[in-house]
C-alpha cells in the first residue's frame, strides 16, 4: 500500500462561494485573527523603510509586497484561464528594487492594493458563476489557499523586517 503525503481536498459546490471569499479575505484585509493580514502590515511603512534591506541581499518591504503583488496577479489569471494584461514591471516573480527610482511606494501599495482587488472580484464572480474558470475545483481551492497562504507568510515576513528596522 503506497502511502501519499499530499492530501486533495475535495470542494463541495455549496460551500465554494463561501469558503473561497473568506479565504481570500483572511489573508488582505480581513484583520485576521492571528494577526496583522498583508494590507495590514503594509499600512504603516513608509517610504524609506519600504526600501531599507535588513541586510545584504536580502528583500526589501517593497520588494516583498510588488512580488506579492505579481502572484495575486498570476493566480487571478490562472483562475480565470484568461491571459492577463502585462503587469507593472517586465519580468516575473522577483523584482530588484534599488530605490523608489523605478516605483514609489505609493505606487507599489497601489498595485498590490489593486490586484488583491482584482483577484477577489475573479473569485467572487467564478464562485457567482459570472466567469468559467477552466479549472477543477480542487485546484481552484489550492490555488486560492495558497496565494492566501502567500500573503499571510508575506505580512510576517515584513512584520519582521519592521521590528529589526526599529533596533
Not at 498590490?112 to 467572487?124: I, N, P
Amino acid at each position: 500500500m503506497s502511502t501519499n503525503t499530499s492530501t486533495k481536498i475535495a470542494i463541495r459546490k455549496d460551500l465554494d462561494a463561501h469558503v473561497l471569499v473568506r479565504i481570500i479575505e483572511e489573508g488582505y484585509g480581513q484583520e485576521a485573527w492571528h494577526g496583522p493580514d498583508l494590507k495590514t502590515a503594509l499600512a504603516d511603512v513608509t517610504q524609506e523603510l519600504a526600501f531599507w534591506r535588513p541586510a545584504p541581499g536580502r528583500h526589501s518591504i517593497a520588494e516583498i509586497a510588488l512580488h506579492h503583488a505579481y502572484c495575486a496577479h498570476s493566480v487571478r489569471g490562472q483562475l480565470s484561464g484568461k491571459p492577463s494584461e502585462p503587469f507593472l514591471l517586465e519580468g516575473d516573480d522577483w523584482f530588484a528594487l534599488q530605490d523608489q527610482s523605478s516605483l514609489s511606494w505609493t505606487e507599489i501599495q497601489a498595485t498590490v492594493q489593486t490586484e488583491q482587488k482584482r483577484l477577489a472580484e475573479v473569485v467572487a464572480d467564478m464562485v457567482g458563476g459570472r466567469v468559467k474558470s477552466p479549472l477543477s475545483d480542487t485546484r481552484r481551492f489550492e490555488l486560492v489557499l495558497g496565494i492566501t497562504c502567500h500573503a499571510v507568510y508575506h505580512a510576517g515576513q515584513i512584520q519582521l523586517i519592521k521590528r529589526l528596522h526599529g533596533q
